[in-house]
């Protein structure tokens, strides 16, 4: 695609009175919202590791901002997206949170990937697995396995470490 006397090349290309731009990759997307084309693209854990669920990667403007990744939200103003199909978006006391588990966790985990719950405490909001909460205060831990107590209204989160190592040299599924 040609604008504005430069040439820009990759997928989804879009354009505007006064500017062009690609993603990277064919799963990314671009989208013109507010006067602008805006590009994204998955990172390679995403696209190596598809959903069953068939998430598609997207951008929502709210208010001039604009958010892009998958299961976007917006809230009070504001937009956010998680990087992967495996997060989680929560909002509390007016504030939106988006987290998504580790790479090390969809790699080992796949399509399979456990969904991750958000827990608020009071203004306190966290997001993982196995979370735990006072009623002021939340922790989770960061990957399925992992555990958090509380005794004595003390938090010890532990996750154990990941001994998976992925070959990505092939290369992705077809979307």
């Known amino acids: ?64 901002q604009v958010a892009c990744g998958y299961n976007c939200r917006q809230f009070n103003g504001e937009v956010a997206c998680n990087r ?14 988006c987290w998504d588990p580790p790479d090390a966790v969809i790699h080992q985990y796949g399509a ?14 966290a997001c993982g697995y196995d979370c735990k909460a006072t009623r002021t205060e939340v922790q989770c831990a960061s990957t399925p396995d992992g555990v958090c107590r509380l005794d004595n209204q003390r938090f010890s989160c532990f996750d154990p470490p990941s001994l998976l190592h992925c070959d990505h040299s092939a290369p992705p599924p077809r979307h």
């Not at 604008?3 to 354009?15: D, E, F, I, L, N």
């Not at 190596?48 to 997207?58: C, F, R, S």
């Not at 990937?113 to 909001?125: G, I, V």
């Open 84 to 97: 992967t199909p495996y997060g989680v978006c929560s909002t509390n006391f007016n504030k939106l949170t």
């Open 112 to 125: 399979q990937t456990p969904a991750p719950r958000c827990l608020n405490a009071s203004e306190a909001l």
């Open 1 to 64: 695609m040609f604008s504005q006397g430069r040439s820009v090349c990759g997928y989804q290309c879009k354009r505007t009175a006064t500017e062009a731009a690609c993603a990277r990759t064919p799963y990314g997307i671009c989208e013109v919202l507010v006067g602008g084309v805006h590009c994204w693209d998955p990172p390679l854990v995403a696209i190596q590791h598809p959903p069953a669920t068939g998430a598609k990667p997207e951008c929502k403007e709210t208010r001039g």
